[in-house]
């Protein structure tokens, strides 16, 4: 039995990164008013621009590497989306015989298991591989596969107590397991979501800090009122989306966190520093992916591209040519036999 190797994975979605907004003219204007107020003159307020600077770039990293994995994406799925489609088209082509032979009385019992492994581990290689939704096939026959070792497990046989005593250990270990993920994430939801509501309480407490100062009711020179109007835009805007962290890049370019005290710019810092390690994080994940779109440029690009659709025509034709067998008893009884040798569930 030929095994083609997987060539085709599927492409993670692109990140969706929150720029570092634009400041407009008006908040230009008034942090070159307020240019020597804004000079750092402690170590919490160095600190706390510092990370304000090392957060800025690395959104800009993030967001140059965004649109790197999506060019290569995209320059991906125009070279190779015809050859992955056939695959596609062909794997799917297998549902028919396979379903329409656990219709027929020709095959044991055991065969009939083999077929239904047969079919889940295809939709299961169209599901990782490409994407594909399979749900429905999952649905049907994933409860069928998981009942078929008690069915065959003849009662009182040999070894039956043995067997019965390995499917309790796996059974609670799998229970053990579970239980431990399922704590796992709680946790993590848990601690998520007091960072979130921690963001939510210290961005509500910059918003109205920036509001009591550049709130343009306040202001009574036209000039500055204009100016004020359009920064006051940009600060409800930030806290409407809930960006912390334009709050407080609009915060330090208005001088106020010359007058905040050392111990809130420490709890601001903190929170830059954590936005750091997010987007250090979705960075690294997106230039070290398992796919490794954009990871290789120019002529070695190509030629990666040009084996992977050889990979992928050949494993067309060779799934098409098992198609044609699996209409058959025999072949489909062969096909199954190979499968078996080799220790695998699908082609």
Sequence with gaps: MKKI??????????????????????CARLAVAQSEACAPSSIAQSAFRRALLVLEGLRAQLAA???????????????????????????????????GALLTPYFSRLEETQIVQFIVGNAGALIERFGEDEAAIMARYVPARRAAPPAE???????????????ARERAAQAREQARAERLAQATTL?????????????????????????????????????????????????????????????????HTDAADADVLIAYTQALHRQQIDLRNQLNALQNGPD?????????????????????????DYVQQVARQLHETAGLREILRELAAEGLDTV
Excluded: C, F, N
């Design 191 to 255: 601690a998520a979501r007091a960072d979130q509501q921690r963001l939510q309480t210290s961005a509500k407490t910059v918003y109205r800090q920036l509001a009591r100062t550049h709130h343009p009711d306040l202001e009574r020179d036209p000039a500055q009122q204009r100016i004020k109007t359009e920064l006051m835009q940009e600060i409800t805007a930030a806290y409407e989306t809930g960006d912390l962290y334009a709050l407080l890049q609009l915060m330090a370019d208005s001088a």
């Design 5 to 26: 190797a997987p060539s085709a994975s599927p492409l993670p979605a692109p990140v969706r990164v929150p720029r570092t907004p634009v400041i407009t003219e008006a």
């Design 153 to 167: 497990a003849a009662p009182g046989g040999p070894g039956a107590p043995a067997d019965a005593a390995a499917a």
């Design 65 to 99: 590497a965004q649109e790197a994995r999506a060019a290569a994406r995209q320059r991906y799925w125009q070279q190779v989306g015809p050859a992955a489609a056939a695959v596609v088209a062909a794997r799917r082509a297998l549902y028919v015989p396979l379903e």
């Design 292 to 316: 490794g779109l954009g990871t290789s440029t120019g002529k070695k690009r190509e030629l990666e591209l040009r084996q992977i659709k050889r990979d992928l025509r050949a494993e067309a």
